[in-house]
């Protein structure tokens, strides 16, 4: 699997911004995509994540009600709508895909999601910057 983030930018806070994450060589829709984020001196962190199977979503808590994800298993596109951009939004965000199990919880799925090692292929990240 190949991935490729882009739509990354430097927006004002309040502002939106849309990333996008282009896909390629899935062989099923078994996976699970995800948005990673890493800040300068700060671990990578678990943004969002939807599941290419049922489409189920997770949030972590620091974006619930100001991001959405959105995919087109079609054209293997997953898309992150960032709205009400804050100051410590601002990191380079990767997408990233790992295998997603044939049966389990949403508790599975959530950590599966959250999982920096379990995640198989990585995309190049995108700089967020959010600043007045």
């Known amino acids: 699997v190949q991935l490729q983030a882009s739509g990354g930018g430097l927006v004002q806070p309040g502002d939106s911004l849309k990333l996008s994450c282009a896909g390629s060589?899935?062989?099923?829709?078994?996976?699970?995509i995800a948005w990673f984020r890493q800040a300068p001196g700060k671990e990578r962190e678990a943004v969002s994540c939807i599941s290419r199977k049922d489409g189920s979503i997770y949030h972590a808590d620091f974006v619930k009600g100001r991001f959405t994800l959105s995919k087109d298993n079609v054209e293997n596109m997953v898309y992150l709508r960032m709205n009400s951009l804050k100051p410590e939004d601002t990191a380079v965000y990767y997408c990233a895909a790992g295998p997603a199990p044939y049966s389990g919880t949403y508790s599975d799925f959530v950590a599966g999601c959250r999982s920096v090692h379990g995640m198989g292929s990585w995309g190049k990240g995108t700089l967020v910057t959010v600043s007045s």
């Open positions: 060589g899935f062989t099923s829709d078994y996976y699970n």
